[in-house]
T-cell receptor, first 114, second 113 residues
C-alpha cells in the first residue's frame, strides 16, 4: 500500500478553519484519497474521498494537488465536536474489483480550543 | 442515516474461551470487514468478506479467527480460544460496491482476563 505522511498533531480554535495536510508522494494513478476521522471511544467515520478533483461535502472539503502527491482536508469552521484523530488513507481500486481494505496510519490528532 | 450495529458493546472473557462478536451491516452493502484497535495503537485490518467468502485477510487473522454471515443480515467474528493479546476494540465495517466510503460500527471492546 502506498504510504501517507501526516503531522502527529494540530491545534485549532473553535469556529476557525482547519487545514489538515497529507503527503502521498508514491500515490499511483488509480489510488483514491480517503479521509476518515475517529472521535474518542468511537469507530472511524468516513469524511470524504477524491481522485483528482477537489471535492466538497457537508462535512469538509478535500483539496488535491495537481500532481496528486499531497492533499489537504479542510474543515471550514471547526467545532469542539471536530476534535478527533484524522486519517488520510490511499485506497487502491484494483481492476474495478476492489476488496479495498483500508490501511490506517497514526493520523493527525486535532485539538480544538474553545 | 443507516448504521452498522455491533453487539455487545463490551465483552469480558476468560483466556481460552470462545467469543463471538456480532455485527449487523447496512442492508444494501456488499462488502464486510473486521478491524481491531489495541488500546493506544493503530486501527488494523483483520479480514474482508464478499460474496459469502473471505476475500482478503491479514497475518493477524490466523486459524483462531473465523467469520460468518449466517443469515444474510448478521456478520460475525469468532475467536476460538482467546488470548490476553486479543484484548482490543473490534470494529465491523461495511460498504456498497464501488469506491465509496466505509461505514464503521461503534465497536466491541473485548477484554480477555
Amino acid at each position: 500500500d502506498a504510504k501517507t505522511t501526516q503531522p502527529n498533531s494540530m491545534e485549532s480554535n473553535e469556529e476557525e478553519p482547519v487545514h489538515l495536510p497529507c503527503n502521498h508522494s508514491t500515490i499511483s494513478g488509480t489510488d483514491y484519497i480517503h479521509w476518515y476521522r475517529q472521535l474518542p471511544s468511537q469507530g472511524p467515520e468516513y469524511v470524504i474521498h477524491g481522485l483528482t478533483s477537489n471535492v466538497n461535502n457537508r462535512m469538509a472539503s478535500l483539496a488535491i494537488a495537481e500532481d496528486r502527491k499531497s492533499s489537504t482536508l479542510i474543515l471550514h469552521r471547526a467545532t469542539l465536536r471536530d476534535a478527533a484523530v484524522y486519517y488520510c488513507i490511499l485506497r487502491a481500486n484494483a481492476g474495478g474489483t476492489s476488496y479495498g481494505k483500508l490501511t490506517f496510519g497514526q493520523g493527525t490528532i486535532l485539538t480544538v480550543h474553545p | 442515516e443507516p448504521e452498522v450495529t455491533q453487539t455487545p458493546s463490551h465483552q469480558v472473557t476468560q483466556m481460552g474461551q470462545e467469543v463471538i462478536l456480532r455485527c449487523v451491516p447496512i442492508s444494501n452493502h456488499l462488502y464486510f470487514y473486521w478491524y481491531r484497535q489495541i488500546l493506544g495503537q493503530k486501527v488494523e485490518f483483520l479480514v474482508s468478506f464478499y460474496n459469502n467468502e473471505i476475500s482478503e485477510k491479514s497475518e493477524i487473522f490466523d486459524d483462531q479467527f473465523s467469520v460468518e454471515r449466517p443469515d444474510g443480515s448478521n456478520f460475525t467474528l469468532k475467536i476460538r480460544s482467546t488470548k490476553l493479546e486479543d484484548s482490543a476494540m473490534y470494529f465491523c465495517a461495511s460498504r456498497i460496491t464501488g469506491i465509496y466510503g466505509y461505514t464503521f460500527g461503534s465497536g466491541t471492546r473485548l477484554t480477555v482476563v
